[in-house]
């Protein structure tokens, strides 16, 4: 199981910006992707974004396209969001999840392990 540490949350205008980081700790080499989650008060976790750890490839929810941007760091098993134009919407507790998926399905049922999730808030 992976050790999971979600960082750089908070408080931000409409329309600011938040980078958010997550470091992996423990046996990365048998997972295919990691990702990003969001769960907003009684609505159910939902993917926003999610990278393959060998080849790179991504995936986004429509309603963050262009807004937001995944990026991993292999060599030192981080990965980040930076998320651009923030809507009050996009409020919610982040989670970062790791998958052992083959396929790198972007869904919640794919993944295996997860942070304590930081929260982001945008309000004006």
């Known amino acids: 199981q992976l050790r999971l540490m979600e960082s750089g949350g908070g408080s931000v205008r409409p329309g600011g910006s938040v980078r958010l980081s997550c470091s992996a700790s423990g046996r990365t080499q048998d997972y295919y992707g990691m990702g990003w989650f969001r769960e907003a008060p009684g609505k159910e976790r939902e993917a926003v974004s999610c990278?393959?750890?060998?080849?790179?490839?991504?995936y986004y929810a429509d309603s963050v396209k262009g807004r937001f941007t995944i990026s991993r760091d292999t060599a030192s098993n981080k990965v980040y969001l930076q998320m651009n134009d923030l809507k009050p919407e996009d409020s919610a507790v982040y989670y970062c999840?790791?998958?052992?998926?083959?396929?790198?399905?972007?869904?919640?049922?794919?993944?295996?392990?997860w942070g304590q999730g930081t929260p982001v808030s945008i309000s004006s």
């Open positions: 999840g790791a998958s052992r998926d083959p396929l790198v399905r972007c869904q919640r049922r794919h993944f295996d392990d």
């Open positions: 990278v393959a750890s060998r080849h790179g490839g991504t």
